[in-house]
């Protein structure tokens, strides 16, 4: 199918919540995407809904999350919902024949993420969990260029995301039951980046996390992440330290820095290969990389394809957190048993 066909036939879209991620940065990917359209978006909370649907033309208004699951004219449904309801309306998303992109992370149990995978497989829809960075050209360039052999094998990652929360004490990530702390908001981008550089999961860990008094979730986390034969990765998330993130890859031979890799905003972004005394930059013009994310995710639904981003490497990363927590000797708030 060539582009004039794609956007002659564009996949159409549902989105289900009005939460910020969707107003302010996939609504807008899916108006810009070549091949999708948005044509419904559902809330609880109606009369928000109302307001977003009336600013784009053609998109309806739904009242309830049911309502969308039920729409014919949906094909695809985004999910921006808090972590703890992701795979329950993944699930039902996918008995209802819809396709989904969800947001990270698909599943907060690596068990949940097995569940959603089984229902993709009995419905024959997409799954795809939204690491929206994978999809920026910066980060593929990157990958390419250590795999290519550019900075010799590549030894250590160190990567960190980091920002403060702690004004925002009602925010849904500081919120135990609803899947919230630092490592599934943030966390998982270090360390997906990790596993992208390694092809594969961390063979040993090492971790600790911060937990304030007071707090329902960890607030700090750390991890030194061995993948074998001599390969490492130190990662760190946060939300009690002043906002930033990196990323570097250190090979036998030179490092490949990045000093943007997760939300660089449609900003211009640069990649450094340092190899002995040698500097070299990429630039990459300031992209849309939840645009190039929807574009992904439609043109695999309407070739009948596989997602870039697997339900097979998304249980991978499920694990990994799992056996992060577990290093740390931490049982994150959905894993307690309850006291009688």
């Keep these: 199918m060539d582009e004039e066909t794609q956007q002659a036939d564009p996949v159409r879209w549902g ?53 969308l699951l039920a729409d014919d004219e949906v094909e695809a449904v985004y999910i921006p919902l808090p972590n703890s309801m992701h795979a329950e309306w993944a699930i039902r998303a996918l008995e209802a024949g819809k396709h989904v992109l969800c947001e990270k992370p698909l599943g907060i149990t690596a068990d949940e993420v097995r569940r959603i995978r089984a229902a993709s497989e009995r419905a024959n829809r997409c799954v795809m969990e939204a690491f929206m960075y994978r999809f920026h050209p910066q980060i593929r360039w990157a990958l390419e260029q250590v795999a290519a052999g550019r900075i010799g094998a590549a030894r250590m990652v160190r ?21 919230g702390g630092s490592m599934m908001d943030v966390g998982c981008y270090p360390l997906n980046f990790c596993r992208a550089i390694f092809g594969g999961p961390p063979r040993e860990i090492a971790a600790h996390v911060v937990v ?68 070299y930059e990429r630039h990459f013009s300031g992209i849309d990389q939840y645009m190039l994310e929807v574009e992904s995710f439609s043109r695999s639904i309407r070739h009948d394809i596989a997602p870039f981003i697997s339900l097979d490497d998304s249980l991978e990363q499920a694990e990994s957190i799992e056996r992060i927590y577990a290093a740390a000797g931490y049982t994150p708030p959905w894993l307690v048993t309850p006291t009688s």
Aim: no cysteine; glycine share 12%.
């Design 212 to 279: 304030p008094p007071g707090s329902e979730v960890e607030m700090t986390i750390g991890a030194v992440l061995d993948f074998g034969t001599g390969r490492m990765g130190v990662i760190d998330a946060s939300f009690s330290l002043p906002r930033g993130f990196f990323a570097e890859v250190v090979g036998e031979r030179g490092r490949v820095v990045l000093p943007a890799p997760y939300t660089p905003g449609h900003a211009e972004t640069v990649v450094r290969i340092e190899t002995g005394d040698e500097t």
């Design 159 to 179: 990567s960190s995301f980091v920002f403060d929360l702690q004004s925002r004490p009602g925010d849904i990530r500081l919120q135990g039951a609803l899947g």
């Design 15 to 67: 989105v289900m919540s009005t939460a910020k991620i969707g107003v302010r940065a996939v609504i807008p990917a899916i108006a810009a995407a070549n091949n999708a359209r948005l044509v419904a978006i559902a809330s609880r909370d109606t009369a928000r809904a109302q307001t977003i649907a009336a600013g784009r033309p053609g998109t309806r208004a739904l009242a309830s999350y049911e309502a």
